[in-house]
Every structure is written in structure tokens, then in C-alpha cells.
T-cell receptor
Framework: DAGVIQSPRHEVTEMGQEVTLRCKPI?????LFWYRQTMMRGLELLIY????????DSGMPEDRFSAKMPNASFSTLKIQPSEPRDSAVYFC????????????FGPGTRLTVT | GNSVTQMEGPVTLSEEAFLTINCTYT??????LFWYVQYPGEGLQLLLK?????DKGSNKGFEATYRKETTSFHLEKGSVQVSDSAVYFC????????????FGTGTSLTVIP
């Protein structure tokens, strides 16, 4: 299996621009998670989906952040407008009941907002 | 609530030294426990897991035993290598919480030759 795929791997953008991060989970996984990692706050759960439905978005920082999962093989995390404090590494992870619930992480997207 | 507390880092060891990274948890019921490792510039990778009390997870020379009486899941390795330099995360998961993971803050390990 190819594992969790994220794109782009690196993104540099200017403050105020829209940013879209993409994730393809492992085939057959029914849970998908978005995390943000920074030196200051460590690893934070932003939102997670079960069977394409958002279950808990309490970690989304503010209305500038939105996430969608239109089908079982694709999810997006959008930031509009972006701000310098959004600079972080964003990880997507997926899991399944059959897999024992352990989460498989993608390589991450390193976002820099200038 | 559910939470994980792990040993503050950074930890620096010489090659072949013994490693212990402490992890304790708070959770109701019977969580599953995990150790993940993150190498520089990469995502987190599952290192080992244990799903019930007294289970021992092991992988690549690392071990951790699920101790319900002390609510602990300490990571150990008898002889570390330079290639073990990474950040290690302890985590718990409860099915009742929709498979949500609760991660510790991570412990950075550097092994010097």
C-alpha cells in the first residue's frame, strides 16, 4: 500500500492568501484525522472524520480553517485567509477498525506563511 | 478526561546505553496504548502498541508493558544506536471516544557515538 499521501509537501505563501492542503488516506480506512504540529504547541488534533462525516472539529483554531471529505479517498484542509501564525507542519492520518485503530500518518505538509 | 504525560526531554545518551522514556496516562475504561516515533522531517510512525493490561508491545528492540496498576507504559531499549535519534510520542486511544488519539508532548532523543 502507498500509505497516506499528502500534497503539497511544502507550501510557501503570503499572508492573506488561500491555502489548500490535500490528503489521500489508506484505502479501506474509515477514519481520517488532521493534525497541526508546532514547536510551541506540539501536536494538535484539528478535526477528524468517520465515514466521510466530521465527528469532532473542536480543535479547529477559528473560522479561517475548514476541512472537507467529499469521498472516502480524499480530504482537504483549507485556510482562508492565511496568517503567519498558521505556519506549521500539517499531518493527515487515517485508521480503521480492522486495523486495530492505530493511526497511520502521512509525511506532512510544511506550511510557511510570510 | 483522557490524557498522557510523558517524560520531558531532551534526552541525550551515548551509543549502547540503556533507554527509558516514562509515560503515564489518565483514562476511564480500558484504553489502547501506543508509542510512535518521528524521525526528522517525517511523519509519525507506529513503533509498538498494547491493547490490554499486562500486554507487552515490542519492535526494533524497543519494549513497553501496559501496567494498569500504575497507569504506565514506559518505553525501554537495552542498547540504543545513533539511528534511534528521533522524537518519541506516547499515546492512548479509546474506542468509546471514536478512535480519537491523545498524544503526549513528545520526548526528543539524541544518541551520540
Amino acid at each position: 500500500d502507498a500509505g497516506v499521501i499528502q500534497s503539497p509537501r511544502h507550501e510557501v505563501t503570503e499572508m492573506g492568501q488561500e491555502v489548500t492542503l490535500r490528503c489521500k488516506p489508506i484505502s479501506g480506512h474509515d477514519y481520517l484525522f488532521w493534525y497541526r504540529q508546532t514547536m510551541m504547541r506540539g501536536l494538535e488534533l484539528l478535526i477528524y472524520f468517520n465515514n466521510n462525516v466530521p465527528i469532532d472539529d473542536s480543535g479547529m483554531p477559528e473560522d479561517r480553517f475548514s476541512a472537507k471529505m467529499p469521498n472516502a479517498s480524499f480530504s482537504t484542509l483549507k485556510i482562508q485567509p492565511s496568517e503567519p501564525r498558521d505556519s506549521a507542519v500539517y499531518f493527515c492520518a487515517s485508521s480503521s477498525l480492522a486495523g486495530g485503530y492505530e493511526q497511520y500518518f502521512g509525511p506532512g505538509t510544511r506550511l510557511t506563511v510570510t | 478526561g483522557n490524557s498522557v504525560t510523558q517524560m520531558e526531554g531532551p534526552v541525550t545518551l551515548s551509543e549502547e546505553a540503556f533507554l527509558t522514556i516514562n509515560c503515564t496516562y489518565t483514562a476511564t475504561g480500558y484504553p489502547s496504548l501506543f508509542w510512535y516515533v518521528q524521525y526528522p522531517g517525517e511523519g509519525l510512525q507506529l513503533l509498538l502498541k498494547a491493547t490490554k493490561a499486562d500486554d507487552k508491545g515490542s519492535n526494533k528492540g524497543f519494549e513497553a508493558t501496559y501496567r494498569k496498576e500504575t497507569t504506565s507504559f514506559h518505553l525501554e531499549k537495552g542498547s540504543v544506536q545513533v539511528s534511534d535519534s528521533a522524537v518519541y510520542f506516547c499515546a492512548l486511544s479509546r474506542r468509546e471516544n471514536g478512535n480519537q488519539f491523545y498524544f503526549g508532548t513528545g520526548t526528543s532523543l539524541t544518541v551520540i557515538p
